[in-house]
């Protein structure tokens, strides 16, 4: 947002009207269920980064299953109108568009941190001398579990297995430098990094082609946790030659509480059928995967990891998403998300008080949609004084509230909206 814009179209907190006439995408919230508030408004919805919102052809899409499986039986692997049997693959190529990936190199199974520990186990492999595994000091607590048990099980003790990066002292966020620095001073005896593509808490955005870069210099396997940055960054894996990631697709993806997951294996590890891995039927190659022979023939790419026959309803709700991204495509998103997230700084600017800090980092690269709002001397009573007003937000303890204004379906008069209900709750004013 730069201020000859300001200027030219009134008062920064009117702006929203001219903004959302303005944006390309705007038609695409139409496409999704908003939640109601008391007053039989729709709510101010930011907490996407959390739970995105339900598409509006996520129920059709599973009553179809439900239809056919009322209808077929058994025969719905075969004879529905979307086969179940080969249901998973109606997904990879919107996904792999989603994260710069090739087709081969992706797939939609299990859960997140069920794929963290299946990569892992391929991924994972310690020595005495190259053991240890990096991840984020603060890591959400399922990556922060994950990684000690796999250290554990491998015989190591997490309190010298584990090196955290942290922010320098009285700094929220970690600084490029001090990441590359580590991995390069600590690279011999680092087996795997695993980090966070977007930290959930302070909405950080790490650069991932450089970590991929100096850890491969340094002998390391590179993975990612995209929880936070599929369907919120354009994330080009493939290219970046990061090893593998995986993510959850019920924040920004909207594919409903608890859907199916994704995984990344990068192609030049799809034939690596020697790589240790846990294995299930439907990772076994098609073709003989019925003859239900006894030996186990993987399939190449991400496919060969899954384990299990795939859950069809999560499956459609899924596709039902992924259509949405097709048609507004990520580049554009990403274009709309920085505007709205800019917004939103802004604002956050103009209200009149010294109490609140943006703990997420200023520059667009470094950050994705999120906002971390840190309130100074604040505790849980403005938050839901908030809440109380129709706002959906997150709040950390101590006194970070996060919110997560998504390209898909918030506009920029949610976010004026949003600015205008906090300046209310700490009795200041919003300045024009
Ligand atoms: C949301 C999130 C999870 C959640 O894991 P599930 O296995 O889906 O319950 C894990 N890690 C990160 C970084 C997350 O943001």
New binding site residues.
């Given amino acids: 947002m730069n201020n000859m814009l300001i200027n030219a179209l009134g008062q920064l907190p009117e702006l929203y009207t001219e903004l959302d006439a303005n944006d390309p995408l705007r038609n695409f919230r139409e496409c999704f269920c908003i939640p109601i508030d008391k007053s039989g408004k729709q709510s101010v919805y930011l907490s996407g980064n959390s739970l995105g919102l339900q598409p509006k052809t996520a129920r059709k899409y599973i009553e179809a299953e439900l239809d056919d499986w009322a209808r077929l039986g058994v025969e719905g692997h075969l004879h529905a109108r979307h086969p179940w049997l080969p249901y998973h693959e109606f997904v990879t190529e919107s996904l792999a568009r989603l994260v710069g990936a090739k087709p081969l190199e992706v797939v939609a199974m299990n ?4 794929n963290l520990h299946l990569l892992m186990v391929s991924f994972y492999r310690p020595t005495k001398e190259r053991y240890k595994i990096v991840i984020e000091k603060g ?2 607590p ?2 922060q579990y994950a990684v000690e048990s796999q250290l554990k099980f491998h015989g190591f003790d997490p309190s010298d297995g584990l090196i955290e990066l942290g922010p320098r002292d009285g700094e929220d966020r970690l600084r490029t430098g001090d990441i590359l620095e580590t991995i390069d001073r600590e690279g011999n005896s680092i087996a795997m990094i695993l980090l ?1 593509g977007v930290n ?1 808490y302070t909405g950080q955005a790490f650069d991932l082609r450089s970590i991929t870069e100096a850890g491969h210099r340094k002998g390391c396997i590179v993975g990612f ?1 995209l ?2 940055a599929a369907g919120n960054l354009v994330l080009q894996l493939h290219d970046w030659d990061v090893d593998f990631a995986a993510w ?1 697709s019920y ?1 920004y993806l909207n594919a409903g509480p608890g859907g199916i ?1 994704g995984a990344f294996v990068h192609e030049r590890h799809s034939l690596s059928f020697d790589l240790p891995r846990f294995a299930g039927w439907w990772g076994h190659d098609k073709d003989t995967r019925f003859l239900m022979g006894p030996r186990f023939i993987p399939l190449a790419g991400a496919e060969g990891w899954q384990l299990s026959n795939p859950p069809i309803f999560q499956l459609a709700a899924l596709r039902a998403s992924l259509e949405i991204f097709d048609e507004a495509t990520m580049p554009m998103l990403r274009e709309k998300s920085v505007r709205l997230s800019g917004y939103l700084e802004q604002l956050l600017k103009h209200i009149n008080t010294d109490r609140i800090v943006i703990i997420t980092p200023i520059e667009s690269e470094e950050r994705g949609c999120q906002l971390s709002i840190r309130v100074k001397n604040a505790d849980k009573g403005l938050f839901e004084a908030v809440t109380g007003r129709g706002v959906f937000a997150d709040w950390r303890e101590p006194d970070v509230i996060r919110v997560a204004p998504v390209p898909l379906y918030n506009s920029f008069e949610d976010v004026a909206r949003f600015a205008q209900i906090l300046s209310e709750c700490l009795n200041v004013r919003l300045d024009r």
Avoid: M
């Avoid at 859960?111 to 069920?114: E, P």
């Fill in positions: 859960s997140l941190t069920v890591a959400f399922s990556d966070g959930y946790d929880a936070h959850c924040k997951a």
